[in-house]
T-cell receptor, first 114, second 112 residues
Framework: AQKITQTQPGMFVQEKEAVTLDCTYDTSDPSYGLFWYKQPSSGEMIFLIYQGSYDQQNATEGRYSLNFQKARKSANLVISASQLGDSAMYFCAMREGVSYIPTFGRGTSLIVHP | KAGVTQTPRYLIKTRGQQVTLSCSPISGHRSVSWYQQTPGQGLQFLFEYFSETQRNKGNFPGRFSGRQFSNSRSEMNVSTLELGDSALYLC???????????FGPGTRLLVL
């Protein structure tokens, strides 16, 4: 079974609007961390936001927030007030357990148009 | 603080050759991981080093190897290159193996 599932291969959003990128995960380990990365066409993976499995509050970093629903095993990324520079691939990832081997989803392509 | 650096940025090799890629982590980071990214397979974990020891290894053949030096810099080597090894190779560093990983710009390898 896929450990990280990103069901939206592509998303379009109007500039200045908010957008939600979906991520569901699968683990039986109580200790894990969830990450979102942005990958522009240049290739570099840029860290956006982190949520630990024991964190009580949803993580926020500027225009990025993580909608963490533990019981549903979802960790959706919300980008508020989209900008043209937000156009990129977005990857959800998880590190779990003692080994902390990271697993990445297949990514969602986000296009922001004016 | 300088980010993760990777050299070279682009590389063209022919089948059967070998290649060595280099990664310098963020200062103070002791964990370095390597990933292969292809359109077909996505982002796949290769291996992770922490304090010069390989902690984890992904499901790749023995042609893929790596090492980490005492200054935390890391190299990965691919011997007997195959066409399917064409990919973007990303290096990531973190303070420890539990912490957030920060990625370098990657090395684009093309095998002809």
């Amino acid at each position: 079974a896929q450990k990280i599932t990103q069901t939206q291969p592509g998303m379009f959003v109007q500039e200045k609007e908010a957008v939600t990128l979906d991520c569901t995960y699968d683990t039986s380990d109580p200790s894990y961390g969830l990450f979102w990365y942005k990958q522009p066409s240049s290739g570099e993976m840029i860290f956006l936001i982190y949520q630990g499995s024991y964190d009580q509050q949803n993580a926020t970093e500027g225009r990025y927030s993580l909608n963490f629903q533990k019981a549903r095993k979802s960790a959706n990324l919300v980008i508020s007030a989209s900008q043209l520079g937000d156009s990129a691939m977005y990857f959800c990832a998880m590190r779990e357990g003692v080994s902390y081997i990271p697993t990445f989803g297949r990514g969602t392509s986000l296009i922001v148009h004016p | 603080k300088a980010g993760v650096t990777q050299t070279p940025r682009y590389l063209i090799k022919t089948r059967g050759q070998q290649v060595t890629l280099s990664c310098s982590p963020i200062s103070g980071h002791r964990s370095v991981s390597w990933y292969q990214q292809t359109p077909g397979q996505g982002l796949q974990f290769l291996f992770e080093y922490f304090s010069e020891t390989q902690r984890n290894k992904g499901n790749f053949p023995g042609r893929f190897s790596g090492r980490q030096f005492s200054n935390s810099r890391s190299e990965m080597n691919v011997s007997t290159l195959e066409l399917g090894d064409s990919a973007l190779y990303l290096c990531a560093s973190s303070l420890t193996y539990q912490e957030t990983q920060y990625f370098g710009p990657g090395t684009r390898l093309l095998v002809l």
